[in-house]
């Protein structure tokens, strides 16, 4: 039941984004600032945001109700780190989405959406070398980058 959660909520969310960012370009407040060729650049961050959002949020939330002796609870603090760090995660993809779609100015509108897919789907890297412990976010993020809190104090 929590995966299918899961994955609806990171659906729902993708779609949610794209129609939000496509009000705002295409009849809203930045229709001047993103050229026709470049909708499909805010097109592709829209999945990434909404998506990203939608799947690490109910596991974020699931992390602070369910636990067990391997994996203990996340705490409230804890959680709303990592809250924040998603939602900073989506201001930076949101960022990306809107510089890419300004090559739309300058290429047709299948070159800007390759593009756009390198550039969005890679752009979590320079985040992986941030010291995330000095941050608090060490036992997440410290993981994925293989090394952990004890390998860090040694």
Not at 30 to 41: I, M, R
Not at 69 to 84: I, Y
Not at 107 to 116: R, S
Request: glycine content about 12%; proline content about 5%; overall charge neutral.
């Amino acid at each position: 039941m929590g995966v299918l959660l899961v994955l609806a909520t990171a659906t729902l969310g993708a779609y949610a984004v794209v129609a939000l960012l496509g009000q705002a370009v295409d009849s809203g407040p930045l229709s001047s600032a993103v050229p026709e060729e470049g909708h499909n650049a805010l097109v592709v961050g829209g999945i990434a945001i909404g998506g990203l959002t939608g799947l690490m949020l109910p596991l974020i939330f699931f992390g602070m109700v369910r636990g067990n002796e391997h994996t203990p609870r996340v705490g409230p603090v804890s959680a709303a780190r990592k809250v924040l760090a998603v939602l900073v995660f989506d201001v930076v993809l949101t960022v990306v989405s809107f510089v890419v779609a300004q090559l739309g100015w300058l290429l047709p509108a299948q070159i800007t959406t390759v593009v756009a897919v390198f550039v969005i789907g890679f752009s979590w890297m320079p985040l992986a070398m941030v010291p995330w412990e000095r941050f608090g976010l060490g036992e997440g993020f410290g993981k994925l980058r293989g090394s952990s809190a004890s390998d860090q104090a040694q």
